[in-house]
């Protein structure tokens, strides 16, 4: 899908402007923002609307990029005075303008059908944490650094400037909100409005504060290594997670689709997804690919459908004798794999996180 970029960059920051008339909005709803290191920067960027598939491997689709146009989540902001809302809040997020953002990020989801690059934002900023690293931020994880230039060119992000673009609105009208809670918060917020279990989240978490504390490339897992399963035991061991945390993150694959002109994987269309939603083509996982439940893992076991997509690393998880028992389980019991899913996805996203109140918030 082609796409033409504008960049103008002060310290590598990615900040993006909305259109005009959603800003006339927004300056009446905030009366500050909340710029990272100081620096404003600007994308101009046009692209065929489209959602995208979720990976911690390489990019694999765009998402659909804000309209033009007024759309509905403008007439959801509240009214915040912002400067009053950060200084009273002693955490690194503020709860009431996290509670409203998690309402726009709804109203969002059902214009823009953006659910898979929203889990795949928040999943790639908490994805490079490594357990072997004491210091934070030196040690990756939750953290915002994914919004800077340097970690964005990475070739596991490539195409989530996309995510950036459409949820910038939002942290603008909310600037009392860390990057590093709303990457989380969007993505928690996606698995849900898509069906999925309801995630224990907790807030609070401490951004960075500039393009040099973002980690190495490097970190994140890979589609089709010569050894599948041994590589998403070298990645995710990292993180320290288990073979179980690694299953039951594998079947968030039930949303999303492929575009094999990004990421070298999947067809380019297929009866799934020839007529979108948003931009048509790609190869999905799942048949309802905007649907979250535990399809991924019955398709897989049954590879009878020519259409869907099977990764190596797909196909590691009924193929290694440990990984199976949890896929066999998760195709079997739904129920089983949304309990797991969901504390899977709330331990991710906490990882090598600093928080402000150090036990977090809840909201």
């Given at each position: 899908m082609a796409e033409r970029v504008a960049l103008t960059l002060n310290n590598n920051l990615l900040l993006l402007s909305p259109p005009n008339?959603?800003?006339s909005s927004l300056r009446t709803a905030a009366s500050s923002r909340l710029l990272s290191s100081s620096s404003r920067s600007r994308l101009s960027?046009?692209?065929?609307?489209?959602?995208s598939s979720l990976s911690f491997t390489r990019s694999l689709v765009?998402?659909?990029?804000?309209?033009?146009?007024?759309?509905?989540?403008?007439s959801v902001n509240r009214s915040f005075?912002?400067?009053?809302?950060?200084?009273k809040c002693t955490s690194a997020s503020d709860p009431e303008q996290l509670k409203s953002a998690r309402e726009d990020i709804k109203e969002l989801l059902k214009t823009k059908f953006c659910h898979p690059i929203l889990v795949r934002l928040g999943w790639?900023?908490?994805?490079t944490y490594d357990k072997n690293i004491k210091e934070w931020p030196q040690r990756g994880g939750a953290n915002g650094s994914l919004r800077y230039e340097i970690e964005l060119k990475h070739a596991a992000n490539a195409g989530l400037v996309n995510a950036l673009n459409l949820i910038t609105h939002i942290k603008e009208t909310y600037s009392g909100i860390s990057y590093a809670d709303l990457f989380q918060l969007a993505s928690a917020t996606a698995v849900e409005e898509a069906g999925g279990p309801k995630i224990p989240m907790k807030y609070g978490r401490v951004d960075t504060t500039g393009p040099h504390e973002c980690p190495e490339e490097g970190r994140l897992p890979d589609a089709g290594p010569p050894s599948p399963a041994n590589h998403l035991r070298e990645v995710f061991y990292r993180m320290g997670l288990d073979d179980k945390e690694i299953v039951a993150l594998s079947g968030a694959h039930t949303l999303g689709?492929?575009?094999p002109e990004r990421s070298g994987w999947g067809?380019?269309?297929?009866?799934?997804?020839k007529e979108g939603p948003g931009a048509p083509g790609g190869q999905s996982w799942t048949p309802e690919w905007l649907k979250f439940d535990n399809s991924y893992f019955t398709e897989i076991k049954e590879k009878r459908d020519e259409h869907l997509l099977v990764l190596p690393t797909d196909a590691a998880i009924f193929e290694d004798p440990s990984f199976k028992v949890y896929a066999e389980k998760y195709a079997a019991d739904q129920d089983a794999f949304f309990k797991d899913y969901a504390e899977a996805h709330a331990k991710l996203s906490n990882l090598g996180a600093k928080f402000n109140p150090p036990e977090g918030i809840t909201i």
């Open positions: 008339n959603t800003m960027l046009s692209a065929s609307s489209s959602p765009s998402s659909p990029l804000l309209s033009q146009k007024r759309n509905p989540v403008a005075n912002s400067a009053a809302a950060t200084t790639h900023d908490a994805g689709r492929s575009r067809k380019p269309e297929t009866k799934y997804t």
